[in-house]
């Protein structure tokens, strides 16, 4: 039991990051545009944190750095992909390749930084409840900001009339430019939302989840937040349930192995991957339901007055 | 301000000037950084774009880098022009290496010069047995083919670590992770001595002008990029959309399992967890750099594998950090895509904020291409 | 995607073509050359003036700066540096990939008049052999292998010997007997550390268990993390790694658990976690290497050092960990120093309950190069062993 309640805490813990990084591309995409660049963002707001986190010693200031990284990436992205309408995937890849290189030659001189030990965290009298306190009640305030904003973004996109905006936007960007409005505006403030939301995502990993910094830290998690999206259907709940089944399968594998089950890793090692394909198949086998959910213009240019 | 007019006709001087206008942009910047890290930029410039082609070695090294990235880029331009996004190459790179690499090892000394063959087509089959996953997810389920082919890359690194752990393990290797060295008789003829170059190069050449048949002078290569740039007009001219998905699928797949086989029993000569060198993810860059065209992604792959060489000897020649050849390839792709626009566009000085001429539909779609 | 079927989209390519067409004739008109004057053309530096400085490469797997394998190769060759001044000259090339990549960069470093390279990583060994075949001037290094040419030798250290002392602290200081590796991939060496590291616990705690989690990476701070999080969940409380950051160190410190740092010293990355590190110091032989290719004396041999040779050696033990196990802990590296002390000991036992070596049998070089079982005490099955 207990050993069932710490996989489920460390689950939560896992699942943060892709979630994080999940909600912030769907955000996106909701608007209509696809981006590969997450992993690039991701990385560049890692070191962006990392370093703020370093000089300044303050977790809020590199979390803020690793937002304003994303996206001000973002905004590179946006401007080519809605403004000189480029090619969205091609434009994305770019990203991706040059955030790479990018932070990984700016963060040179960080390699052998180290942050002091980060302050634990746990909710008073609930997380010395037997069992699921640990689990649930002693988890870094990111955690809960993950539920919190997804919630807020489901909020935004079903009840709030900007949500139902940004939602137009991604459906039919023509009648939403008929209706008057900015479309290519309220495009790039979703990517730069998007961006912000991947930065967050990629400072937690260098400032909280593995306090340090190397080139390449986020090591696919970019491209696994961007499976997420199709995954939910682009629908925040699911984004959320999604990013903590696979962080789940995850640290199931290596809970599996440490408890020297006979199976080979590296069959073990299949397991998040070939669990995600299956549940792609289950989730796309009805196809009006990903018809239904999927942003109609996703990945297309708008031309205003086209 | 600056504002972008759309030209009533795609510039055809523009098309020609945007690379050119790309790497300058590119150049300048690495200039700029060169200056700032303190390196003469002449001798920065040099390694990059001078060194790697310098000596007929030097270009054959070249070719080696290329020759995997051309073969792969063909296949995915055919894919994404069907407008199907296969970016799993690298795992049909790996399996296409892992069948060629089986037949590989159960050549002897006796076996007939003609495995080579049995070799090269295996790695097809390996290629498109992986991206028949794909396919027919897509096709049956309605499954994302991005997400599963990407899915199937991981997949393919763990299959590859398992056979070359357990039960391909060279039994004389002293456990160390690695199948037996290939027999002599299975290696890619090489096309001169001193030189690792192999005919896998000829290979590549002849699949560029196939491509450029299949895709600009036969039916079936019409069909598949009418269907993917208007489905709905490929169906109301009777194009099956499903016989593209699978075409195109499968011929990126084979395409990527040749190079996997080529490289396994080229320079690689037995299977290692290492055979997945990132390939068939650089390949998406070139293909799009070439602009999905066969013969502009032969000019990018080279283009490509000088950056790659040019990195290598920044390090060794300059002392600079690998971490450089990223940031340029990054600043490449992008200064491309951005100068791409102005074939369409043109830069205007306009007083006012006016409204920009909306471009026809039309002009608006070839921009893509 | 639009592609108009025309002569544009092939005019389009003319802008390529011209970048390129330069290269492409310069290759054309240079095909009658012989090809094999390309590698040897960079060789006249044979008859070097006596002032020129020793040029010596290094070929890393990883980034510099991943704090582990790649990070301690290059504090070594800083030694060098240090000890040899003007009279070397050192280049680096880091995250070489260990397949075709690799033997151009070999070839280009010899080509451009090294004297000597060091290959760090065992999967250079197959491009450096080749390579070594065409350059019999130069002298080749190959770490951690088991082939050699008459120019080209192989070195190792002895992790297994200050895993086995880290094992003796990890024994006392769990109060769970169960001990959590993190393993990178299922090769001899990291075989040998782990049964070292499990070994050395049940010297000083015969109720020792071991659980390892393989992450098939050497390098991927996130997944090290999870690993070390899930050990710790299933109740390990001193973990050990090999693979090269520092996030194990960093997850026990945050569990409030025990763990080691690897390959070089970590212990400002883990306050109260820190029990000691396991450092290879490659200086030594480096220096040694340089000076036996400046003198003339240098020959093909396997060289594998150990605590012994201050090649392989545990610092920065924790102050938490009780003054009789430091003394212990000393006395066997004393006997190590001495060369009297053996890891590897009969009777050794596998987790099937084989023998693997008869009482007061040792294991010597060869036992150790072809290990693939785990000793009694560590928990599972290696995997995709038959």
């Known amino acids: 039991m207990e050993s069932l309640a710490l996989l489920l805490a460390a689950t939560l813990n896992a699942g943060t990051v892709l979630a994080l990084a999940g909600l912030g591309l769907l955000v996106n995409e909701r608007a209509g545009i696809v981006n590969l660049g997450a992993e690039g963002m991701m990385l560049v707001a890692a070191i962006a944190g990392f370093a703020t986190a370093v000089h300044t010693g303050s977790d809020v200031l590199a979390f803020a750095a690793g937002i304003g990284a994303g996206a001000l990436m973002a905004a590179a992205f946006g401007v080519l992909v809605i403004w000189l309408n480029t090619n969205q995937y091609a434009s994305g890849l770019a990203l991706s390749l040059f955030g790479a290189g990018f932070s990984a030659f700016v963060g040179i001189r960080y390699t052998q930084e180290k942050l002091g030990p980060r302050p634990s965290f746990a909710i008073p009298g609930l997380a010395d409840i037997p069992l699921v306190g640990p689990a649930l009640f002693r988890q870094h305030p990111m955690v809960y900001l993950a539920v919190a904003l997804t919630l807020a973004l489901a909020w935004f996109l079903y009840r709030s009339r900007a949500g139902l905006v940004l939602r137009a936007v991604g459906e039919s960007p023509e009648s939403a430019h008929a209706l008057g409005y900015p479309v290519r505006r309220l495009r790039l403030a979703a990517v730069m939302a998007g961006g912000g939301l991947c930065g967050l995502a990629g400072a937690y990993i260098s400032v909280v989840y593995t306090p340090l910094w190397v080139e390449g830290m986020t090591a696919g998690k970019g491209w696994i937040a961007l499976a997420l999206t199709t995954f939910a259907t682009w629908r925040p709940a699911r984004v959320l349930l999604g990013a903590y089944l696979f962080g789940g399968v995850t640290m199931l594998q290596f809970h599996l192995q440490g408890e020297g089950v006979e199976i080979p890793s590296q069959v073990l090692s299949m397991l998040p991957y070939l669990a995600t394909i299956v549940v792609l198949v289950l989730i796309s086998r009805n196809p009006t339901w990903i018809r239904i959910n999927m942003p109609a213009s996703l990945g297309k240019p708008f031309f205003p007055g086209g | 301000m600056l504002k972008l007019e759309a030209r009533p006709q795609p510039s055809q001087a523009m098309s020609v000037a945007s690379p050119l206008i790309a790497l300058a942009i590119t150049v300048l910047i690495g200039i700029g950084l060169f200056v700032l890290l303190g390196k003469d930029p002449v001798r920065g410039l040099q390694v990059f774009f001078v060194e790697p082609v310098k000596s007929v070695y030097a270009l054959s090294e070249v070719g080696v880098k290329a020759v995997p990235l051309v073969l792969i880029a063909l296949g995915l331009a055919v894919c994404y022009r069907s407008n199907l996004w296969n970016i799993g190459a690298e795992g049909q790179y790996i399996l296409g290496a892992l069948a060629g690499g089986w037949v590989a090892m159960q050549a002897t000394a006796e076996t007939s010069r003609w495995i080579v063959l049995a070799i090269l087509l295996a790695g097809v089959l390996g290629g498109v047995l992986w991206a028949a996953i794909v396919a027919l997810l897509r096709d049956r389920f309605n499954t994302s083919e991005i997400l599963v082919s990407l899915m199937l890359v991981y997949v393919a690194e763990q299959l590859l670590a398992y056979l070359v752990y357990g039960p391909w393990k060279d039994p004389q290797g002293y456990n160390f992770p690695q199948t037996i060295t290939f027999a002599t008789v299975t290696q890619i003829p090489r096309l001169m001595a001193g030189s690792r170059l192999n005919i896998g190069l000829l290979v590549a050449l002849a699949a560029v002008v196939l491509s450029w048949l299949f895709l600009f002078r036969t039916y079936r290569g019409f069909q598949l990029q009418v269907g993917g740039l208007a489905p709905a007009a490929a169906r109301y001219a009777g194009f099956s959309s499903r016989t593209a998905l699978w075409t195109a699928l499968l011929v990126s797949g084979g395409m990527a399992g040749l190079a996997g086989a080529l490289e396994a029993a080229g320079p690689l000569r037995q299977l290692t967890p290492f055979v997945p060198a990132g390939y068939g993810f650089a390949a998406i860059i070139v293909a799009f750099v070439g602009r999905l065209h066969p013969v502009g992604i032969v000019f990018s792959a080279v283009l490509m594998s000088m950056f790659y060489i040019g990195g290598e000897l920044a390090q060794s020649r300059l002392g600079l950090p690998k971490a450089l050849t990223g940031v340029f390839q990054g600043l490449l792709l992008f200064t491309l895509l951005a100068c791409d626009t102005l074939i369409h566009y043109r830069v205007r000085w306009k007083a006012a904020a006016r409204p920009v001429a909306a471009p026809t539909t039309a002009t608006a779609t070839v921009k893509e291409a | ?386």
């Not at chain 3, 550390?193 to 390098?219: D, E, H, M, R, Y």
Request: net charge neutral.
């Open chain 3, 1 to 386: 995607m639009n592609h108009p079927v025309s002569k544009r989209s092939l005019f389009k390519l003319a802008g390529w073509s011209s970048l390129a067409a330069a290269a492409a004739l310069v290759g054309c008109g240079k095909k009658e050359e012989p090809p094999a004057a390309a590698p040897t053309a960079a060789a006249p530096a044979s008859a070097p003036a006596a002032a020129e400085p020793l040029k010596a490469a290094w070929i890393y797997v990883g980034p510099v700066g991943d704090a582990g394998w790649s990070y301690a190769h290059d504090l070594g060759r800083k030694e060098v540096e240090a000890e040899f001044g003007d009279k070397v000259k050192t280049t680096i090339v880091e995250k070489v990939p260990e397949g075709a990549d690799a033997e151009r960069v070999i070839r280009d470093l010899a080509a451009q008049g090294n004297k000597v390279i060091f290959a760090t990583s065992f999967g250079y060994m197959e491009p450096m052999l080749k390579v070594a075949s065409e350059f019999p001037d130069v002298k080749f290094e190959h770490a951690t292998g088991y082939k050699t040419a008459p120019n080209m030798r192989i070195y190792d250290a002895k992790f297994f010997e200050d895993t086995y002392l880290a094992g003796m602290i990890a024994g006392s200081m769990t109060k769970t007997n169960t001990l959590g590796f993190v393993g990178s991939f299922p090769i001899p060496e990291v075989l040998r550390n782990i049964n070292a590291f499990t070994l050395g616990a049940q010297a000083v705690n015969p109720k020792i268990k071991t659980k390892v989690v393989w992450v098939s990476t050497w390098f991927d701070p996130p997944k090290e993390t999870e690993a070390a999080q899930s050990l710790i969940n299933g109740g390990a409380d001193v973990l050990l790694q090999n693979t090269d950051s520092t996030a194990v160190l960093q997850t026990a410190e945050k569990n409030g658990k025990y763990a080691f740092g690897w390959d070089s010293d970590m212990s400002a990355f883990a306050t109260k976690a820190h029990l000691g590190s396991a450092v290879a110091n490659w200086g030594g032989y480096y220096k040694k290497t340089i000076k036996e290719v400046m003198d003339g004396t240098w020959k093909t041999e396997r060289t594998v050092w150990g605590v012994k040779e201050g090649q392989n050696d545990l610092i920065k033990v924790s102050d938490a960990v009780p003054e009789d196990i430091r003394k212990k802990v000393d006395e066997i590296k004393a006997q190590m120093k001495a060369g009297t002390f053996e890891v590897f000991k009969g009777p050794v036992v596998d987790n099937t309950g084989k023998e693997r070596l008869a009482k007061d049998a040792t294991g010597d070089q060869d036992w150790r190069d072809k290990i693939d079982f785990y000793v009694k005490g560590v928990e599972g099955k290696i995997p995709a062993a038959k």
